[in-house]
Nanobody, 116 residues
Framework: QVRLVESGGGSVEAGGSLRLSCVSS????????MAWYWKPPGKQRLKVAT???????TYVDSVKGRFTITRDNDERTVYLQMNSLKPEDTGEYYC??????????WGPGTRVTVSS
């Protein structure tokens, strides 16, 4: 099973930036599409960005133009560059393989708090 560890969260003011990282234990990391999920306080996780094995990216409308997902296959790491942060971006952020055939464990997540 794939294990994931997220990091890079913190507290910032509105308009600020953060760069999240997620390290995967998968030996075939480069073959997996990956996704970042956002969990607002008291709500369910929502997929916000994906990156395929060929580096094609997708974003939910609320983060388009502000967030950028990238990956480094040599480091087994996926990143989420978050710019122009808004208070409504606050929550826990998680990554996971974007493929239900991959058996994985959710990581601890990384907390992002954006103040107005």
């Amino acid at each position: 099973q794939v294990r994931l560890v997220e990091s890079g969260g913190g507290s910032v003011e509105a308009g600020g930036s953060l760069r999240l990282s997620c390290v995967s234990s998968a030996t075939e990391f480069g073959a997996h599409p990956m996704a970042w999920y956002w969990k607002p306080p008291g709500k369910q996780r929502l997929k916000v960005a994906t990156i395929s094995a060929d580096f094609t990216t997708t974003y939910v409308d609320s983060v388009k133009g502000r967030f950028t997902i990238t990956r480094d296959n040599d480091e087994r790491t996926v990143y989420l560059q978050m710019n122009s942060l808004k208070p409504e971006d606050t929550g826990e952020y998680y990554c996971r393989p974007d493929d239900d055939r991959v058996y994985f464990l959710w990581g601890p997540g990384t907390r992002v708090t954006v103040s107005s």
